[in-house]
């Protein structure tokens, strides 16, 4: 699974996070303080996808000595494409025959809503695409430990204890553990480009001191949201809200990851007409699966969920510790978002989209030119989108290219 988020969903910690540059320890201390990311699989689906791109799906986790775990339905759509799907890439024999990356967000800093690295408008650079806000991005392989088994019964009480609301899920949707065996450890901390962390440092690290759960009163919904049965007026409302998302490629490198991979890698965006544009720079690696990598493709996926709203913005249904609370809980909107990346600089186009990028991201406008930045959009083929109980919608884009929730 993969985790992003501001400080609105982790626990009050002790202390706060190591330095961005002792890569080990901040890696460690993101898994043990999360409590929900993105997980990136290759798609088996053509319903809100297009099979073999790369899908992003918020999911709530827990870890166990810095093993992340899951509690995951065949029902739903990543399970699909890890278990059931008739060519999903199960753990065979010990050995991975492909793998799916489980992304720690932006929210490296997330015990602390005010941290001016993260926070639009605190600081200078102050934004989710700010490096010392950091992003951790862990490739694996996916397998069930044996129902029962000593691990097992260690997974699914950590994931009890960080999310509460799984006591309460329906035992007839065959809900189980899952686990990531961790291969490769990918993060972004401080200035000066990614840090890959070999998996033997990442397990020796010391185990970060964990913070008890603390429920807290839960804030009134937005007024301007609209009702949830309005399925493409609450998808765009999203996306003319949200200020950031995961960006899933398919990998074409080899550090922290393995070509052919679903990478999910924190994005910061805005839309304009419900299209997202990015200010990515060549050297990012998103942008190198997308564009320059050798076997390079535009398919990608931007996932966005409502947990990222944070302080008075915050959602009583994302919250752990409201009343079924929890980013995983279906009335905490998710919306998967899935067509090709073009970059669109030098036109017309690309000249609207940079004014929406730097009203909604000011520190754009200070980014280095020696680092090649250039604004791409998502030409949107496909929407995926949950925020009720009862399963996925599959949007029509047209539809929601024409619906704005600020006409």
């Known amino acids: 699974m993969k985790l992003l988020a501001l400080a609105l969903l982790a626990p009050a910690a002790a202390s706060g996070p190591p330095d961005g540059t002792d ?15 993105t997980l990136s699989t290759t798609s088996t689906r053509s319903n809100g ?18 093993v992340p775990y899951i509690y995951a339905s065949n029902l739903d759509a990543s399970a699909i494409d890890l278990f ?8 065979q ?44 991005v862990l490739t694996g392989a996916w397998s069930k430990p044996a129902a029962g088994s000593d691990e097992y019964e260690k997974a699914h009480a950590a994931l009890e204890a960080r999310h509460p609301y799984f006591k309460e899920l329906p035992s007839d949707h065959d809900f189980y553990v899952a686990k990531m065996t961790v291969t490769g450890v990918w993060l972004i901390g401080a200035y000066g480009g ?46 003319e809200t949200l200020d950031w998302g995961v960006l899933s490629t398919t990998s074409t490198r080899t550090e922290g990851t393995a070509v052919g991979d679903a990478f999910g890698n924190p994005y910061s965006f805005a839309e ?25 493709s535009p398919r990608a996926s931007l996932s966005l969920s409502e947990a990222e709203l944070s302080g008075d ?44 990028l730097v009203a909604k991201h000011p520190s754009f406008a200070d980014y280095p030119a020696s680092h090649d930045f250039f604004v791409s959009k998502l030409d949107v083929d496909a929407l995926f989108f949950i925020d009720m109980f009862g399963g996925a919608d599959y949007l029509d884009p047209a539809a929601y290219l024409a619906n704005s929730t600020t006409a």
């Open 194 to 239: 990614a840090s890959v962390v070999e998996p033997e440092e990442y397990f020796a690290a010391p185990e970060p001191e964990r913070a008890a759960q603390v429920a807290a009163a839960a804030p009134a919904p937005l007024t301007s949201r609209p009702w949830f049965w309005n399925h493409v007026a609450v998808a765009r409302w999203m996306a």
């Open 23 to 37: 890569a080990v320890a901040l890696s460690r201390w993101m898994a043990a303080k999360l409590t929900w990311g």
């Open 93 to 136: 024999g010990g050995k991975r025959e492909r793998h799916s990356p489980a992304t720690l967000p932006n929210t490296g800093l997330a015990t602390n809503a005010t941290d001016a690295a993260c926070v639009v408008g605190a600081s200078t650079f102050g934004d989710p695409e700010n490096p010392p806000c950091a992003r951790l």
């Open 272 to 296: 304009v007409g419900g299209v997202p544009y990015f200010y990515g720079s060549t050297l990012d690696a998103s942008m190198t699966d997308a564009f320059t990598g050798a076997g390079a």
């Open 313 to 356: 913005d915050e959602l009583s249904s994302c919250r752990i510790g409201a009343i079924l609370g929890d980013p995983e809980n279906p009335p905490c909107a998710r919306l998967v978002l899935s067509g090709a990346l073009v970059n669109v600089s030098g036109t017309p186009e690309g000249a609207a989209a940079w004014a929406a």
């Open 84 to 91: 059931t799907a008739p060519d999903a890439s199960p753990i």
């Open 49 to 66: 996808s297009q099979v073999g791109d790369a899908f992003g799906n918020p999911y709530s986790f827990a870890d166990v000595g810095g």
